[in-house]
């Protein structure tokens, strides 16, 4: 056997459908970016066309199959309606990656009832009910693989956690409760856990390059996170390979975390 054909059989995702939402930006882009080249049709969820657009042009020119769906996932009719427009585009999905999310984080004293109803809406019940729409579809097929992307808030309070730490805490346990649902019907779930990535969602502090450092500092490699450095644990995470991952959390974060 070629070393080709063994990594094929553990990581290739030809055949496979997949939706991720976010995928038009950052880390979710990124994500996308990976599952497509490893084979699988992607499906791209958020709001803005051009970002959906630019991500998909970029993956059809690289030969991969690819479709956007615009959809703001802050309400529960939106979501499901965006999720039979996605299905509608190369079948259900295999591999369900929530990655949009929204990072609202005023101080605590100052959360009202707006920030948490939106950060609730979009970073956890979208994926909550992404997970209802395709999860059951996923156990009766016999393969399937969920990816939420949490936070270091899920874990410890960190820079005005708010409800922003809340929901991405949440997020963690309800990949709990659908890797117990489903794992038994070849349906794993789990979580990604990122550091501080340079991404659009943290333009404010990334334009602070004092704040930036003590970051980088932070952490055990010595710098912060790029959104290409999800694309091998999400693959991994998608794929054959990781049948008996789930559960997990797995921090992609430099070692920030452990240090
Ligand atoms: N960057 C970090 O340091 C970091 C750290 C920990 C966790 N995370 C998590 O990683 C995930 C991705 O973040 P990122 O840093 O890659 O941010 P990003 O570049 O800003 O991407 C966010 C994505 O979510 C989409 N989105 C936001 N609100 C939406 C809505 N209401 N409906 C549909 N789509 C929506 C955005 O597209 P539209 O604006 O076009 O809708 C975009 O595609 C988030 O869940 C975030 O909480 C990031």
Known sequence: MTSHTYLNELFSLDGTVAVVTGGSSGIGRSVAGALARSGASVVVVARKEAGLRATVDELTADGCRAAWVNADLGTRAAVREAADRAAGVFGEPDILVNCAGVNLRPPMGELDDAVWDTTMAVNLEAPYLLGQRFGPGMAERGFGRIIHITSQQAHRAFVQSGAYGVSKGALESLARSQAEAWSPYGVTCNTLVPGFVMTPLNARLSSDPEKVAALAARTMTGRNGLAEDFAGAAVFLASRA??????????????????
């Open 242 to 259: 990781s049948a008996y991952v789930t559960g997990q959390s797995l921090f992609v974060d430099g070692g920030l975390s452990v240090h």
